[in-house]
C-alpha cells in the first residue's frame, strides 16, 4: 500500500500545490486522482516517485519511507507513463520499451524479448517493433509508454493523464485495454485524469481534490456519484451524475417479457395471440435477431413487410450491461421499450421503461440500506 | 591572364607536386593544423556545452563569451601571441581555438536546451542517472544540431589556418603568403583554391558523418 501521510508540497515561489493531504492507496487496484486544472494532481502523483520532494509530511510504500531507497531504486520500481508518452525518438519502439530491463542490467536479448512480449501485451503489433516513434500515431505512441513502463514489471503504475491527448474513440480503446492489462497484472495503479467520466470509469477509488490541493472526497466511484460529499464535488461530477451512476447497476435482474417478441415466421394464429399482450410487437428474423417493431394490426402472417416496421433501437445485453445501457435503449425505442439480446445478438427479451424506473428506484433503496448498515457497523 | 589560367598554371606545374613545398605535403600540413585546433575547441566546447544546456543554466554567460569570441581579430590574436610567445605552434593554435569554441559551445547548450522535455522527464521518471539522460536521451536527439557546430567551427577553422604561414609554418597558407610575397599570382590562386576545396571537403565529411551518427528516428522527426 502507499500511504500519502499529511503531505504539503509549497513550491519555491510559494504556490501551495498540494495542502496535508492524506491518502491510503490500496494495492492491486486503480486509483484515480481528479480535480480542475491546477489542483495537485501532477504533483501528488510526482511525490511518489520523488520527481517533486514534499514540503512537509511523508509518503510510505509498504509501512517503509520511500526516502529510506536511493531514488533511482524507488523509480525504477514504479512504471511512469505521461500526457504524450514521451518515447525516446532515435530508439526503435522495442528499445524504447527496453529501456528499463537495461537500466536493470538484464542483457540486450533478454530485454528486447521481453519488450516483444509487451508489445503483444498492449496490443500493439509486433510488425512496429523496428518503426521509430514517429512512424506511429498517437494513440500507438501511448501504447509504447504504457509498455515501457510496464516491462521491468514494476509493481506500482504512475500515469498522468496518459489518454488525454488522443482523440474520444482512441481513448476508450485504450481505456479498455488498461483495464483488460490490469484485470491480467494487478498492479498498484495511481491514474491521474482531469475527466471525471475517465476517472468513474477506471477508478476502484476515486480521489477528487479541490483548487489549492486540499482533498474533497475519496470514495469508490459508484459512491461518489450516489453521496458527494459536498457541492464542489457535486459540481465537479456533472449534471446527469444520476444517470451515469445507473451505469454501476447490473441490468441482470430485470425482468424482461417474451410476449410481445414474435419471429417472421409466424402463423396467423400466434400473431393474434401476442396482439393480446402488448400494445407493440418486437418482430425478429428467423435467427431471432431483433427486426423492429410492430403494431399488431400491421402485420400479415407470413407476409410482413421489413420496410414498415419501425427501429428498434440500440439493445442492451442484460448479461454484461448495465441500467445505463438498458434505459438509453428504451429512451431511444420509439415504442419506449428496450431490447434485450444475448452475447450473440438474438432477442432474449423486452422491458418497457416504467419497469427499468422500478429497478432503479429498488437499486437505490438497496444502496441506501447497504450504506445504512455500513454507518451502523 | 584569369583567375582560371593561373589555377591550371600552378595545377598543372609538376614541381608543384613534391618537396618540402608540395601540395600533398602543404595540404597534410593544413589538415593536421586544422584538426589539431578541432580537437581542442571540441574539448572545451562540448562538454561545457553539454552540461549548460543540461541543467539550463549560464546560457547569458555563454553568450557574452561567444560575443567576445566572435569579436576578436584572428590575426591580431596571432600577432599578439607571436610577440608574446614566439615562433611555434601555440601562437597559431591559440587564434584557431579561440575562434572555433564559442560556435561549438553555443550550439551546443541551444542544440540541447531545445530537446523535447518529455521524454527527459520520462527518463528520469524511469529511474535514469542524469549523466545516462544527458548521453543517451539528450545527446542523441540534439545531435544534428550540434553536428552543425561542429561543422561551422570545422569550416572557419579551415579557412583561417592560412595565419600559420605567417608565422613561418607550414600549411596552404604558405602558397598565399609566398605567392604574394613573390608576386606570383599563380601560387596565390593555386592555394586559395585548395583552401577552398578542403572547406568543401570538411562539408562532406560532416554531412558523412551525420548519415552514420544520427539515428533515423532523428533524422526524418527533424
Ligand atoms: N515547478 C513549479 N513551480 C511553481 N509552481 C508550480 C510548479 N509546478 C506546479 N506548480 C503550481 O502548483 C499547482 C499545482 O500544479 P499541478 O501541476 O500539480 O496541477 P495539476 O492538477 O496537475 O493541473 P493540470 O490538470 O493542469 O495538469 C499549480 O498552481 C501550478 O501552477
Ligand atoms: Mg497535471
Redesign the interface.
Known amino acids: 500500500m502507499i500511504r500519502i501521510d499529511s503531505v504539503t508540497k509549497r513550491y519555491p515561489d510559494g504556490t501551495v500545490a498540494v495542502d496535508r493531504l492524506s491518502l491510503d492507496i490500496p494495492d492491486r487496484a486503480i486509483t484515480v486522482l481528479v480535480g480542475p486544472s491546477g489542483c495537485g494532481k501532477t504533483t501528488t502523483l510526482?511525490m511518489i516517485?520523488r520527481?517533486v520532494e514534499p514540503s512537509e509530511g511523508s509518503i510510505l510504500l509498504d509501512g517503509r519511507d520511500i526516502r529510506q531507497q536511493p531514488?533511482?531504486?524507488?523509480?525504477?520500481s514504479m512504471g511512469?507513463v505521461?500526457?504524450?508518452?514521451?518515447?525516446?525518438?532515435?530508439?526503435?519502439i522495442l528499445d524504447n520499451i527496453a529501456?528499463?530491463p537495461r537500466?536493470l542490467g538484464w542483457s540486450k536479448q533478454k530485454a528486447r524479448d521481453r519488450a516483444a512480449e509487451l508489445m503483444a501485451r498492449v496490443g500493439l503489433d509486433t510488425s512496429l517493433a523496428k518503426r521509430?516513434?514517429?512512424q506511429l500515431s498517437g494513440g500507438q505512441q501511448q501504447r509504447v509508454?504504457v509498455a515501457?513502463?510496464l516491462a521491468a514489471d514494476p509493481p506500482v503504475l504512475?500515469m498522468d493523464e496518459p489518454f488525454s491527448a488522443v482523440d474520444p474513440v482512441v481513448r476508450k480503446g485504450l481505456q479498455d485495454e488498461l483495464l483488460r492489462i490490469q484485470d491480467e497484472l494487478g498492479k498498484t495503479i495511481v491514474f491521474v485524469t482531469h475527466d471525471i467520466d475517465e476517472a468513474v470509469k477506471l477508478g476502484t477509488m476515486v480521489a477528487v481534490l479541490r483548487t489549492g490541493g486540499r482533498l474533497a472526497q475519496f470514495a469508490p466511484p459508484a459512491e461518489l456519484l450516489s453521496a458527494p460529499a459536498d457541492s464542489f464535488v457535486e459540481d465537479f461530477l456533472g449534471a446527469d451524475r444520476g444517470i451515469r451512476r445507473l451505469s454501476f447497476f447490473s441490468a441482470g435482474s430485470l425482468e424482461l417479457q417474451t410476449a410481445p417478441v414474435v419471429s417472421v415466421d409466424a402463423d396467423a394464429a400466434t400473431l393474434a395471440a401476442r396482439a393480446e399482450a402488448a400494445p407493440y410487437l418486437l418482430v425478429t428474423d428467423s435467427d431471432g435477431r431483433p427486426l423492429g417493431w410492430s403494431e399488431p394490426d400491421g402485420l400479415t402472417a407470413g407476409a410482413v413487410d421489413r420496410d414498415r416496421l419501425l427501429d428498434h433501437g440500440r439493445p442492451f445485453a442484460p448479461a454484461t450491461d448495465s441500467l445505463r445501457a438498458a434505459l438509453d435503449g428504451a429512451v431511444l425505442s420509439p415504442t419506449g421499450w428496450a431490447v434485450a439480446v444475448d452475447g450473440e445478438g438474438r432477442v432474449v427479451g423486452v422491458v418497457s421503461q416504467q419497469v427499468i424506473g422500478e429497478a432503479i428506484r429498488a437499486a437505490h433503496t438497496r444502496v441506501a440500506r447497504d450504506s445504512a448498515v455500513k454507518a451502523a457497523r | 591572364m584569369n583567375v582560371l589560367h593561373f589555377a591550371q598554371a600552378f595545377f598543372s606545374d609538376g614541381s608543384h607536386w613534391h618537396g618540402r613545398d608540395g601540395i600533398p605535403t602543404r595540404l597534410s600540413e593544413h589538415v593536421k593544423y586544422s584538426l589539431e585546433a578541432l580537437l581542442f575547441a571540441a574539448a572545451v566546447g562540448l562538454p561545457v556545452g553539454l552540461v549548460t544546456g543540461h541543467y539550463g543554466r549560464g546560457g547569458n554567460a555563454l553568450a557574452l563569451i561567444a560575443t567576445a569570441g566572435r569579436a576578436l581579430p584572428s590575426f591580431g590574436l596571432l600577432v599578439l601571441m607571436f610577440i608574446w610567445i614566439g615562433f611555434g605552434m601555440v601562437p597559431v593554435m591559440i587564434p584557431l581555438v579561440v575562434l572555433a569554441v564559442p560556435p561549438i559551445l553555443v550550439t551546443t547548450y541551444e542544440a540541447v536546451r531545445s530537446v523535447d522535455p518529455s521524454p527527459v522527464d520520462a527518463a528520469r521518471g524511469m529511474g535514469m542517472p542524469e549523466s545516462r539522460v544527458l548521453l543517451q536521451v539528450e545527446l542523441p536527439v540534439a545531435l544534428p544540431l550540434v553536428l552543425s557546430g561542429l561543422r561551422t567551427a570545422a569550416i572557419q577553422i579551415v579557412s583561417t589556418a592560412t595565419i600559420a604561414a605567417y608565422v613561418s609554418l607550414g600549411g596552404l597558407g604558405r602558397y598565399i603568403i609566398d605567392g604574394l610575397y613573390q608576386r606570383d599570382y599563380e601560387k596565390v590562386v593555386g592555394g586559395a583554391g585548395l583552401v577552398a576545396g578542403l572547406a568543401l571537403a570538411t562539408l562532406v565529411v560532416f554531412w558523412a558523418a551525420a548519415r552514420l551518427a544520427v539515428s533515423p528516428g532523428v533524422r526524418r522527426s527533424g
Open positions: 510526482r516517485n520527481m531514488v533511482n531504486t524507488l523509480r525504477r511512469y505521461i500526457q504524450n508518452a514521451g518515447l525516446f525518438q532515435h530508439r526503435t529501456t528499463v537500466l521509430y516513434p514517429y509508454g515501457r513502463a504512475l
